[in-house]
């Protein structure tokens, strides 16, 4: 079907809750996309950080089509292939178990049942985190959410507050567009659920005022550990370590949103670990399955044991299709070594986009990266614009921020072929 039938029964039928760019994307290989005219693009955008493997990788494919031709869904009633060694390979991760994981991971590929039960057995004293499966980011925080009042309620300190980060983005369910403290976002669906703080990124001393205040009241405090969509913005490691020491020092929990920031997007499994904290809660979603909706809660165990069954549920979270695709993904990334091709990748295009002219600062980790423009520049959605009739797929997340999160196939080559598009469209 043309663009223009497409673009047609779109604008007719469906809701307008984008502002969509004028092109239809119709197959893709590994950083490059394809539009409905043949024309290809060079893709640093990833689905907004979903495509961890680019388009059309092997490993994703085969598993897509194996899963397919057996099963697609059977409900959460049941037990299903892949959703176990998924669960572990997370708990390995959020440990920041590498040889641990890359055991698992290898065992998993084995097919081998026996190497499999041994890998994936936790070791004395290793701590065991559980999983809920999603769908989404923002069902993967409403779950976080949920779990964090529940144990406060049955194991922790009773309280119902969460502190939220100004300039922070959860979702757009009226629960998570709570917790988002922007007020663009939240004033036309007023009002919205209740319980939740704001405080400033970075600023402890409002951060100790608020507990100082509010105590036990406060069952969570929630960050993500970049801030994607307010414009890459990295939280400072002191600001974090405070933030668990003060939500632990009253019984509460600390939530790191992963959903852009996580799954090896900043060179590290989980962009908290960068910090050097380990939370007690982690919502993951976007690049876990490469493009297959899937959202996960991860917890410590002692803190996800206080759901029992009925507490929260999920008609599509953890399908046959879904986790079959999350562990080729996460197979993929533990073994390819893509922890370490994020931090080479991503430091080499923070310093070559910092060589252009008109930005003024760059920031965010891994190859997950925001950039300022200055106003002599324009308008950062005309640059958006004028890279893609370039050529490549870019975003802004303000007029004056480009947000650069290509798939973590991205080389160094791919940036200087980025590099060539932006120094004749940054003008």
């Known amino acids: 079907m043309s663009f223009e039938m497409e673009h047609e029964l ?10 969509r760019s004028p092109v239809e994307f119709v197959s893709g290989a590994g950083m490059t996309l394809t539009d409905s005219a043949g024309r290809e ?70 097919g081998d049942e026996q ?24 069902e993967a925080n409403e779950c976080s959410m949920k779990l964090a009042r529940l144990y406060a309620k049955r194991a922790g300190n009773g309280g119902n507050t969460i502190v939220c980060l100004r300039g922070g983005f959860h ?34 001393d409002e951060l100790r005022a608020i507990f100082g205040r509010l105590g ?11 801030q994607g969509e307010s414009g890459v913005h990295p939280l ?45 809660i982690m919502s993951l979603a976007k690049g876990i399955a490469g493009g297959v909706p899937m959202g996960a809660c991860v917890a410590r165990a002692e803190v996800a044991q206080v759901f029992r069954p009925g507490d929260h549920g999920t008609t599509f979270g953890g399908s046959c299709l879904a ?18 091709r994020a931090r080479e990748v991503g430091a080499y295009l923070a310093e070559r986009l910092a060589e252009l002219p008109h930005v003024v600062e760059v920031r965010g980790a891994g190859l997950m990266r925001g950039c300022d423009v200055d106003e002599a520049a324009g308008d950062a959605h005309d640059i958006v614009a004028r890279a893609l009739e370039a050529g490549a797929v870019i975003n802004a997340t303000g007029a004056h921020t480009l947000r650069f999160l290509p798939p973590l196939i991205c080389t160094k080559a791919d940036v200087d072929a980025l590099m060539d598009v932006l120094a004749a469209v940054v003008i």
Not at 58 to 87: C, I
Not at 119 to 136: D, I
Not at 243 to 272: M, W
Not at 325 to 338: D, I, K, P, R, S
């Open 10 to 19: 779109d604008a007719a039928y469906v809701m307008p809750t984008f502002g």
């Open 41 to 110: 693009y060079l893709d640093f955008l990833a689905g907004i950080g979903v495509c961890s493997l680019g388009h059309g990788h092997p490993a994703l494919t085969r598993a897509l089509e194996e899963q397919a031709k057996k099963l697609l869904h059977v409900s959460n009633y049941f037990y299903v292939e892949h959703r176990g060694a998924v669960a572990a390979l997370l708990s390995k991760l959020a440990n920041g178990d590498a040889a641990g994981a890359r055991e698992l991971a290898e065992a998993v590929r084995s």
């Open 115 to 138: 190497v499999v039960r041994t890998a994936a057995a936790p070791a004395e004293g290793e701590q065991v985190w559980q999983t809920f499966f999603a769908n989404s980011g923002a």
């Open 171 to 204: 979702g757009r369910t009226l629960e998570t567009l709570a917790a988002t403290m922007q007020d663009r976002l939240q004033d036309a669906f007023r009002p919205l659920p209740g319980g939740f703080v704001a405080c400033t990124p970075n600023d402890v």
């Open 216 to 226: 036990s009241e406060v069952c969570a405090v929630m960050i993500e550990p970049i």
């Open 236 to 280: 400072d490691a002191a600001f974090v370590r405070a933030a668990a020491e003060l939500v632990h020092g009253v019984g509460g929990v600390l939530i790191s949103d992963e959903v852009q920031a996580g799954v090896f997007r900043c060179g590290a499994p989980f962009a908290i670990q960068l910090a050097g904290v380990t939370p007690d």
């Open 323 to 340: 986790v079959a695709a999350a562990e080729a993904v996460l197979c993929e990334l533990v073994l390819g070594g893509y922890a370490e």
